[in-house]
């Protein structure tokens, strides 16, 4: 039997834990990184060429927020110098029009766009900030420019009901994809599930909805969802399977096979300053038993109660 492990087809470059909203159900780790360990511009760049010649073809820029990283202009150029598709994964806070000009100059391919509903009311319960008003400013410049644009809606409790609110916001862009992503129960969102889960009825709403969307705007629009372990029949193997399609590096250079295992207790990460020799690739890191996945979700942080503790946010500087 072959040993041999495919390449993923996409880096995951988690630029910084940084961000200017601090959304409850953040897959960012409990323990945040802070800008002075973040990784320099030229290991980016090294990063992303040794990407590319491990058969990477798509850099996912992402954190946090990667808008906050002051040389973002730069890794994007560095992206598409080694040859990759290079999409922003943004709330699109720190942005504006004059920046997205300069980053589509510097070559941006994509930009995925995320909401937390569809009235300030609810982003700002979920962000903690009033972030509503300036992503729909986004939506109207993004009609302006030759880019490939996803939206992406993150599904919870009090958001599931306004899917067709969702739908309309989504028509009325430039966008030829929507995902709507119900909220995986990691770190933050582990910490919070108590307030986020849906009910199941809540769920089975929704389903219906999506997929007489799929079918309604088929050839438009595609309309992709993602329904919480939870509920799902079988849990789904994580990250499409482990280094198939994707993989990770974390803000200070772990190379990872999923956002969150680095809470899989005994999973031992090559230390290295060499990407090719932290990729999982040629080096392959032990996977964990699903047991020991489990029982890291399970040991980490306690839900909260809403009624009596503010929730946990992530906060990095
Ligand atoms: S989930 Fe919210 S807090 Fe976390 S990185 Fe995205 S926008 Fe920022």
């Not at 630029?15 to 323990?31: F, G």
């Not at 958001?159 to 119900?182: G, H, K, P, W, Y």
């Not at 910490?191 to 007489?212: G, V, Y």
Request: aromatic share 6%; proline share 7%.
């Amino acid at each position: 039997m072959s040993t041999a492990i495919s390449n993923p087809l996409a880096l995951i470059a988690e630029l910084t834990h940084r961000c200017p909203l601090h959304c409850v159900y953040c897959s960012n780790p409990l323990e945040l990184q802070n800008r002075a360990n973040e990784l320099t511009t030229e290991t980016w760049s090294r990063i992303f060429r040794e990407a590319a010649e491990l058969g990477v073809l798509q850099a996912d820029l992402t954190g946090g927020e990667p808008l906050a990283r002051t040389d973002i202009l730069e890794l994007v150029r560095a992206a598409r110098a080694a040859g990759l598709y290079v999409n922003l994964i943004t709330s699109g806070m720190p942005l504006d029009e004059a920046r997205l000009a300069k980053l589509m100059e510097a070559g941006l391919d994509h930009l995925q766009l995320s909401f937390q509903g569809t009235t300030e009311e609810i982003a700002a319960d979920i962000s903690g900030t009033k972030s509503h008003a300036q992503k729909l400013r986004v939506l109207e410049w993004l009609k302006r420019v030759r880019v490939a644009v996803t939206l992406n809606f993150v599904i919870h409790r009090n958001n599931i009901d306004q899917i067709e609110q969702m739908l309309a916001l989504a028509e009325s862009s430039s966008t030829t994809r929507v995902e709507f992503a119900n909220v995986q129960y990691y770190g933050w969102a582990f910490a919070n599930r108590e307030r986020l889960l849906p009910t199941h009825a809540q769920l089975d709403r929704s389903i219906e909805t999506l997929k007489s969307a799929q079918e309604r705007l088929r050839g438009k629009i595609r309309v992709e969802y993602v329904v919480p372990d939870y509920y799902a029949k079988y849990p789904k193997p994580c990250m499409g399977g482990w280094g198939r399609k994707l993989m990770l590096i974390t803000p200070t250079g772990e190379a990872l096979p999923c956002h969150a295992a680095q809470i899989i207790p005994g999973l031992q990460l090559p230390p290295s300053k060499n990407f090719a020799a932290k990729t999982g690739c040629k080096n392959p890191a032990k996977p964990a038993t699903a047991a020991s996945k489990i029982s890291a979700v399970a040991a980490a942080k306690p839900c909260s109660s809403p009624a009596t503790q503010p929730l946990p946010i992530p906060s990095a500087r």
